[in-house]
């Protein structure tokens, strides 16, 4: 594989003080699009979110665009019904000389016209998340696929908050988070929460709220979002149908109608028409590791 170049520098003050970071190229600004970067623990539904929330905008009437960022590309495999190539796979095969790519070769339309993207990842052990979001939001502005799109999603891997995956903090108007009612997911939110933080220093990103998934209570979340300024935009249960929607390959408003699934469809629709009109920035402040088993009830 031909190496990849990737631009990093000491961090301005303030953002990830002393650490390496990924900035972004002014060039490279998204636009008019509303964009939204969603983030959570690993394996707590973030790509179910994403694609849900993603077709929820959609039916709304909105021209929606979702980037996966993760190197296993199943953001948008309920969206298209496949597992799509990604943006460094394709750039491989033409020797990393993207002016021999087409729209075609790595966008998708996905359901009710959603278009997908599946950024990747570099290799295992080599390379930065950075530099793949910076080379997929570059094509997509040189595709003029950006003029035309009133929401953006990206969804990034797990709750990695190195300066790499932090990269769609740079291009987002608002990070949400996708969260259990759980300590583990709880304590992955607060870090991401410190990453955000430190990003609004420098960028327009600001945390737009929490959204809770595959949880029966809230009474944990809610203890920590009193605590730190942070609020519940949506709320999904841990629901059998969410996980069938995932098998069958298909968006929550494609399965089968039943009272627990259009209930889960109107939170979606809710909770875009809410993002749609705008929330306020919530001025969060994540806790020190101590505070939150101290806050959660541990010893």
Same mark, same amino acid.
């Given at each position: 594989?031909?190496?990849?170049?990737?631009?990093?520098?000491?961090?301005?003050?303030?953002?990830?003080?002393?650490?390496?970071?990924?900035?972004?190229?002014?060039?490279?600004?998204?636009?008019?699009?509303?964009?939204?970067?969603?983030?959570?623990?690993?394996?707590?539904?973030?790509?179910?979110?994403?694609?849900?929330?993603?077709?929820?905008?959609?039916?709304?009437?909105?021209?929606?665009?979702?980037?996966?960022?993760?190197?296993?590309?199943?953001?948008?495999?309920?969206?298209?019904?496949?597992?799509?190539?990604?943006?460094?796979?394709?750039?491989?095969?033409?020797?990393?000389?993207?002016?021999?790519?087409?729209?075609?070769?790595?966008?998708?339309?996905?359901?009710?016209?959603?278009?997908?993207?599946?950024?990747?990842?570099?290799?295992?052990?080599?390379?930065?998340?950075?530099?793949?979001?910076?080379?997929?939001?570059?094509?997509?502005?040189?595709?003029?696929?950006?003029?035309?799109?009133?929401?953006?999603?990206?969804?990034?891997?797990?709750?990695?908050?190195?300066?790499?995956?932090?990269?769609?903090?740079?291009?987002? !108007?608002?990070?949400?988070?996708?969260? *259990?009612?759980?300590?583990? /997911?709880?304590? $992955?939110?607060?870090?991401?929460?410190? +990453? %955000?933080?430190?990003?609004?220093?420098?960028?327009?990103?600001?945390?737009?709220?929490?959204?809770?998934?595959?949880?029966?209570?809230? !009474?944990?979340?809610?203890?920590?979002? *009193?605590?730190?300024?942070? /609020?519940?935009? $949506?709320?999904?249960?841990?629901?059998? +149908? %969410?996980?069938?929607?995932?098998?069958?390959?298909?968006?929550?408003?494609?399965?089968?109608?039943?009272?627990?699934?259009?209930?889960?469809?109107?939170?979606?629709?809710?909770? *875009?028409?809410?993002?749609?009109?705008?929330? $306020?920035?919530?001025?969060?402040?994540?806790?020190?590791?101590?505070?939150?088993?101290?806050?959660?009830?541990?010893?």
């Amino acid at each position: 594989m031909r190496a990849v170049p990737i631009i990093v520098e000491r961090s301005r003050p303030g953002d990830g003080e002393g650490s390496l970071q990924v900035h972004l190229d002014p060039s490279l600004r998204i636009g008019t699009a509303k964009v939204f970067a969603v983030y959570g623990k690993g394996g707590i539904g973030k790509s179910t979110t994403s694609s849900n929330l993603s077709a929820a905008f959609s039916r709304l009437g909105k021209r929606v665009l979702q980037i996966g960022c993760d190197p296993k590309h199943d953001s948008t495999f309920t969206l298209t019904k496949r597992l799509v190539p990604t943006v460094i796979d394709i750039l491989e095969q033409v020797d990393f000389h993207a002016e021999e790519l087409r729209v075609e070769d790595f966008v998708y339309e996905g359901y009710n016209g959603v278009l997908c993207v599946e950024a990747g990842g570099p290799p295992a052990g080599t390379g930065c998340g950075g530099y793949v979001v910076g080379q997929t939001v570059k094509l997509l502005k040189e595709h003029h696929l950006l003029d035309d799109t009133d929401v953006v999603i990206f969804d990034v891997l797990g709750d990695v908050v190195c300066g790499g995956f932090a990269a769609p903090l740079q291009h987002a !108007d608002r990070a949400l988070i996708v969260t *259990a009612n759980d300590f583990d /997911s709880i304590f $992955a939110m607060n870090r991401i929460i410190a +990453a %955000i933080q430190a990003k609004a220093r420098n960028y327009k990103v600001r945390v737009g709220g929490v959204i809770a998934n595959r949880s029966a209570q809230t !009474d944990q979340l809610d203890r920590f979002n *009193a605590r730190t300024g942070l /609020s519940t935009l $949506a709320h999904f249960p841990d629901l059998d +149908a %969410i996980r069938r929607s995932r098998l069958k390959k298909a968006t929550l408003f494609e399965m089968e109608a039943s009272p627990e699934i259009e209930a889960v469809q109107q939170e979606y629709l809710q909770l *875009a028409a809410r993002l749609w009109a705008g929330t $306020a920035p919530l001025v969060a402040e994540s806790l020190k590791d101590r505070e939150i088993f101290d806050l959660l009830g541990f010893d």
